[in-house]
């Protein structure tokens, strides 16, 4: 058995999902609602608005590329070390109050994937 598995129906584990139950099998999906973009990303920066409500999105891409929320996106030529460098190949990110994704890619043509999710109120 995978060491996640066994985590996610350990019943000590503090894993909650937003009604507050922890483990079980959906202790760590995403809901079925969401909202599918794509942008085609090149060397110069692109915008990307966030849809209204959405809380978390959910990336794939078909090279790397670099993101950055409410600013713009670059590769630097240099090091960083304030903590405003973007972000390379994220996953999935919590974009709760994020108005605006920036995407950069390192070469032309690279097609990134922006699966966004919102909160689902639980059903009593």
């Known amino acids: 058995?995978?060491?996640?598995a066994a985590f996610v129906t350990d019943v000590n584990s503090p894993v909650k999902t937003k009604s507050g139950r922890a483990n079980g099998p959906n202790a760590?999906?995403?809901?079925?609602?969401?909202?599918?973009d794509w942008e085609v990303v090149s060397?110069?920066?692109?915008?990307h608005a966030v849809?209204?409500?959405?809380?978390?999105?959910l990336f794939s891409a078909t090279?790397?590329?670099a993101v950055n929320y409410d600013v713009a996106a670059e590769f630097p030529s240099g090091a960083v070390s304030d903590g405003s460098g973007s972000d390379l190949?994220?996953?999935?990110?919590?974009?709760?109050?994020v108005?605006?994704?920036?995407?950069i890619a390192l070469s032309a043509g690279v097609r990134v994937q922006m699966k966004f999710y919102y909160h689902v109120p639980d059903h009593p």
Do not use: W
């Open 89 to 97: 190949n994220p996953v999935v990110v919590d974009i709760q109050g």
């Open 51 to 57: 849809p209204a409500n959405a809380t978390t999105v």
């Open 99 to 103: 108005t605006n994704i920036h995407l």
């Open 63 to 65: 090279d790397d590329f």
């Open 28 to 36: 760590f999906a995403l809901p079925a609602k969401s909202f599918t």
């Open 43 to 47: 060397t110069t920066d692109v915008t």
């Open 1 to 4: 058995m995978p060491a996640v």
